[in-house]
């Protein structure tokens, strides 16, 4: 089955510094890629998502790029702002054939320091 | 979250007693999805419902049976819980098979099993 790996497992950064996010995933097949941001003591909530015909998605200080050679996808949010922090997951899936299974990466969990 | 409510949202038991989650939706989603939450694994699939009376396992699907009688209920059943079984547990539906909406996710279920 599909395996996805997330990489830093914790992040920390200066309000107002970039943050990155990285995911690898195994399925040559899967082809849709959400990100959902947990607050704490709350369910994930989607962010955003890409799928695997784009190569790059943009939503104000956030945005998600797509490798699909390399099988790896990033989140990229810019200007963090305190509370950005969160802890952040990604996921990947075969859409319109595994009903809807999603396979999450480990989490990430971001602080963004005043 | 709107549409979606799961209960009880914190549970202790002791070990070797059934234990039943319910999640509620009034989106009237097709698709429901029992995840648990631990550090260092993220999201991981229990079962998943593509329809009433459709269910089937997902990754982590020892130890737990669900049923969906009706298509806003997803009941999720610990037959005879264990240490292992205390977790953070997450209901999510989807529409068009998580393609393009992705996931809503409920609050959450706290389990502690003593």
């Known amino acids: 089955g599909e395996n996805v790996e997330q990489h830093p497992s914790t992040l920390s950064v200066q309000e107002g510094d970039s943050a990155v996010i990285k995911c690898t995933y195994s399925d040559s097949a899967s082809n849709y890629f959400p990100w959902y941001k947990q607050e704490l003591g709350k369910g994930p909530q989607l962010i955003i998502d890409?799928?695997?015909?784009?190569g790059e998605k943009k939503d104000q200080r956030i945005a998600v790029t797509l490798n699909k050679t390399a099988k790896h996808f990033s989140l990229h949010i810019t200007e963090t702002q305190p509370e950005d922090s969160a802890v952040y997951f990604c996921a990947a899936s075969k859409s319109g054939t595994s009903y809807g299974k999603l396979t999450f990466g480990q989490g990430t969990i971001l602080t963004v320091h005043p | 979250d709107a549409g979606i409510t799961q209960s009880p949202r914190h549970k202790v038991t002791e070990t070797g007693t059934p234990v039943t989650l319910r999640c509620h939706q009034t989106?009237?989603?097709?698709?429901m999805y029992w995840y648990r939450q631990d550090p260092g694994h993220g999201l991981r699939l229990i079962h998943y419902s593509y329809g009433v009376k459709d269910t089937d396992k997902g990754e982590v699907s020892d130890g737990y049976s669900v049923s969906r009688s009706k298509t806003e209920d997803f009941l999720l059943t610990l037959e005879s819980a264990t240490s292992s079984q205390t977790s953070v547990y997450f209901c999510?539906?989807?529409?068009?098979?998580?393609?393009?909406?992705?996931?809503?996710f409920g609050s959450g279920t706290r389990l502690t099993v003593v």
């Open positions: 989106e009237n989603h097709r698709y």
């Open positions: 890409i799928r695997s015909n784009v």
């Open positions: 999510a539906i989807s529409e068009v098979q998580g393609a393009r909406y992705g996931y809503t």
